[in-house]
């Protein structure tokens, strides 16, 4: 079972910068992919960003494209999403989700507020 905990949500105000961090119970490198969800209020959650483990290829959304970077520490097995532009419109609990062949993995999510 993998653990794994974000941190790094907080409140910022529009056109901000936030980096998250999403730490993980074992090496990162036992992983095929590490991934950024989100969930605002009433919605459902969301992909955002995913790194694969092994070659550190990255894909995003369109509406985070240029705005987030998803990159990873192997030595500090952590993800993490640095968010730039921040908009009113991210505002949303963050989640990391890590999978291993067919297991999937969830922390328990960091909120994010953007507002003035």
């Known amino acids: 079972q993998v653990q794994l905990v974000e941190s790094g949500g907080d409140l910022v105000q529009p056109g901000g910068s936030l980096r998250l961090s999403c730490g993980a119970s074992e090496l990162i490198s036992s992983l095929d992919f590490m991934s950024w969800y989100r969930q605002a209020p009433g919605k459902e959650r969301e992909w955002v960003a995913r790194i694969a483990i092994n070659d550190g290829r990255t894909f995003y959304e369109d509406f985070v494209k240029d705005r987030f970077t998803i990159s990873r520490d192997n030595a500090k097995n952590t993800v993490y999403l640095q968010m730039n532009s921040l908009e009113t419109e991210d505002t949303a609990v963050y989640y990391c989700?890590?999978?291993?062949?067919?297991?999937?993995?969830w922390g328990q999510g960091t909120q994010v507020t953007v507002s003035s």
């Open positions: 989700h890590a999978v291993r062949g067919s297991r999937h993995y």
